[in-house]
């Protein structure tokens, strides 16, 4: 075991837990925060994104150990419609970008990776930013559509973050 | 498992001294896929994130000496491998998918030797050379000669691989890397081809270097193709001229994703594609 403290959703937490628990499951079952999903478990399928430092990274290829001091972001960190995550996820509901929902966590926080390092992508760079995040309901069509819709809305306002 | 982060190379070679049975990881997107399938079972891992001494990419005149621990998104939204590499850029740019680039190590990619390896043509063409450091011993050598099988390399105890470095090809050259996959994000390589190539104002071929993916037990790069090519025009004619000697030097197999008659024949007229590169006249 080892005492493990990072910040999760802005809250700096200690927990004591075995060095090579998985991220998802450290998350999931340990702090009952159950946005990340296990689609694969092999890195194939984005369900499991979380945010490390800001950055999107896969919680089924993470151990418990490498989030020490770290910061860890899940969509349970977002505020309803005012920061980032949630306005995408504003974003989402309006557009009928969500149906089973199964993907739309880890969808939310590579969109928020994506427009992090890309402001103004294209349709085209949003696939991309997208692309390792499987969707079986949507077509993806209405994710590229609430995303280009957070993108506007930026610009309107002016803001970037 | 034990999980041990060092954040210093000192730190490195004692835990590494303690724990000689122990597995380095980098990202970790071969390594715990491996673990989890139950393949490998390893007593400890040493996590080589923390290790600032092995990222980053430096510029050192003619040379580029880029870390082993370097994420693949540090590579490809650098503006010097831009400016310079454009080969190894394309070919991290369709590697797995946004979150495996930010886990993910030119390192590992190197180090997993695996045929269809994305980066490893572009290494190839690229003349790269590796440095791998021990706790008291440095050594350099080229990638062919470190990578030898698939999965196999002559990585040895108490090594670990620090930096790849690789020389500013000199003069204006066409940087080509293509992929060929069941998909077009997140697909392993059928096979692959990155292509670094000289032309004078005749379209004449200068200089040129040429290596495959995925169609053979490690990369393929045939001096004997590129010999042939030397001082001929790049033309569609003149590329389908060298298919025998291409089919020749590539042993590629069959399996689930495609059988070796394909990826014979798609390996070959991957080369066409550089008779209409951009700054190539026709
Ligand atoms: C969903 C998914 C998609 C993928 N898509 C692609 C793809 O399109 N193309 C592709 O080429 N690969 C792909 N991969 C494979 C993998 O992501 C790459 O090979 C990656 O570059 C491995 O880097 P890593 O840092 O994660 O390696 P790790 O898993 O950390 O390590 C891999 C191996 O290298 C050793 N190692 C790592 N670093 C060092 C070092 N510095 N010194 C000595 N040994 C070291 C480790 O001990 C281990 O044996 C994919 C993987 C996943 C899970
Ligand atoms: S569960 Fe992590 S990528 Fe699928
Ligand atoms: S909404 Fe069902 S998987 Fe995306």
């Known amino acids: 075991m080892i005492s493990l403290t990072f910040v999760l959703n802005g809250k700096i937490t200690t927990i004591e837990t075995p060095p090579d628990r998985r991220v998802i499951d450290l998350l999931r079952e340990d702090f009952g925060l159950t946005a990340a999903k296990e689609g694969c478990g092999t890195g194939e399928c984005g369900a499991c994104t979380i945010l490390v430092d800001g950055e999107s990274r896969l919680s089924c290829l993470m151990l418990a150990a490498q989030l020490e001091g770290r910061s860890v972001t899940t969509v349970e960190g977002l505020e309803e419609g005012t920061n980032r995550v949630g306005r995408i996820q504003a974003a989402f509901i309006r557009h009928g970008a969500v149906q089973c929902g199964f993907c739309t966590p880890g969808m939310v926080l590579a969109v928020s990776d994506l427009l992090d390092r890309e402001p103004k992508p294209d349709r085209e760079r949003i696939r991309e930013g997208i692309s390792g995040n499987l969707c079986r309901c949507t077509g993806y069509q209405k994710i590229v559509d609430a995303v280009e819709a957070v993108i506007s809305e930026t610009r309107g306002k002016g803001q970037n973050t | 498992m034990n999980v041990l982060l060092p954040s210093t190379a000192e730190d490195l070679w004692r835990i590494l001294g303690d724990n ?253 594609r550089l008779a209409v590169h951009e700054g190539c006249r026709t």
């Open chain 2, 20 to 272: 000689p049975d122990a597995l380095l990881c980098a990202g970790g997107t071969d390594l715990l896929v491996k673990v989890r399938a139950g393949m490998i079972r390893p007593v400890s891992l040493v996590c080589l994130e923390r290790l600032d001494d092995f990222r980053g990419i430096r510029d050192e005149g003619d040379t580029f000496s880029i870390g082993a621990c370097t994420p693949h998104t540090e590579i490809v939204t650098s503006s010097a491998i831009d400016a310079f590499l454009q080969v190894l850029k394309k070919a991290v740019h369709v590697l797995g998918s946004p979150p495996i680039r930010n886990m993910a190590t030119l390192g590992g990619n190197i180090c997993t030797a695996s045929p269809a390896g994305d980066t490893l043509p572009a290494l190839y063409a690229l003349d790269a050379e590796l440095e791998l450091w021990s706790r008291s011993h440095v050594r350099r050598l080229p990638i062919d000669q470190f990578i030898t099988g698939p999965g196999k390399t002559t990585l040895r105890k108490g090594e670990v691989l620090a930096a790849v470095r690789v020389r500013k090809p000199a003069g204006k050259f066409i940087h080509h890397f293509e992929k060929v996959g069941q998909r077009q994000a997140m697909s392993i390589s059928i096979a692959n081809l990155a292509a670094l190539v000289k032309v004078d104002q005749t379209d004449t071929i200068e200089n040129i270097s040429l290596a495959w993916g995925s169609v053979g037990p490690t990369i393929v790069r045939s001096r004997e193709v590129e010999t042939a090519l030397k001082g001929t025009k790049l033309s569609v004619e003149g590329l389908k001229q060298v298919f025998p000697l291409i089919d020749r030097a590539l042993s590629p197999i069959s399996d689930v994703r495609a059988s070796s008659t394909y990826r014979r024949r798609v390996s070959a007229n991957l080369l066409l």
